[in-house]
């Protein structure tokens, strides 16, 4: 079964530089998406992006982050200036549609924990 | 304020044995009610999807019923196993212009031998 994909799968960071993490999703998915979970807490939704724009996005998604899609294939979060709330798990996901059809679910992949030091 | 809320927080059975985990939601207008797995160190993987007509839904062992009128949903897991240890969560999304989904917290389940 595809699999959506996230590289690396740990990050550590000093505070105040650039990372990005990346994704592979779906191959044939049009929707892109970026979520974090800080330890012990409950996942949030950062970002939405649909044919190369960004759908929706969370107040937390504030003008330190951006995402991107280089290519047919990859997915990128950016976060430009990390700071040490930053630290997290961070899940791409994707699916075939907006998820508002029946059987649409999201595909998570595995993560990337990010810690900023 | 859209909210998602789940009970119990945590949760110790025995294998073999049922269990029903509870999901209040507050968020409106609906559109649809997920449920997922998540293993530690692992993406949330899908189990169930419930729009606003459908009552109950199954996948295997997992079973998740929707109360549209009072908001609540619960997923139900029979003859418990031990990789059912997992934490489950219980996310609505709206409609109506914002697709922004609500996460509850999780329900943390471990299954002893």
């Known amino acids: 079964e595809p699999e959506v994909t996230q590289t690396p799968s740990h990050q550590v960071t000093q505070m105040g530089q650039e990372v990005i993490l990346r994704c592979v999703p779906i191959s044939n998915h049009l929707y892109f998406y970026w979520y974090r979970q800080i330890l012990g807490q409950k996942v949030e939704f950062l970002v939405s992006f649909y044919n190369n724009e960004i759908s929706e996005k969370s107040e937390i998604f504030d003008d330190q982050f951006s995402v991107e899609r280089p290519d047919g294939s990859n997915f990128t979060l950016k976060i430009r200036s990390t700071k040490l709330e930053d630290s997290a798990m961070y899940f791409c996901?994707?699916?075939?549609?907006?998820?508002?059809?029946?059987?649409?679910?999201?595909?998570f992949g595995n993560g990337t924990r990010l810690t900023v030091t | 304020k859209n909210q998602v809320e789940q009970s119990p927080q945590s949760l110790i059975i025995l294998e073999g044995k049922n269990c029903t985990l509870q999901?209040?939601?507050?968020?409106?207008?609906?559109?649809?009610l997920r449920w997922y797995k998540q293993d530690t160190g692992r993406g949330p993987v899908s189990l169930t999807i419930m729009t606003f007509s459908e009552n109950t839904k199954s996948n295997g062992r997992y079973t998740a019923t929707l109360d549209a009128d009072t908001k609540q949903s619960s997923l139900h897991i029979t003859a418990s196993q031990l990789s059912d240890s997992a934490s489950y969560i219980c996310v609505v999304s709206p409609s109506g212009g914002s697709y922004i989904p609500t996460f509850g917290r999780g329900t943390s389940l471990i299954v002893h031998p």
């Open positions: 996901a994707s699916t075939h549609d907006r998820g508002r059809l029946q059987g649409s679910p999201l595909h």
């Open positions: 999901c209040n939601y507050t968020v409106s207008p609906f559109s649809n």
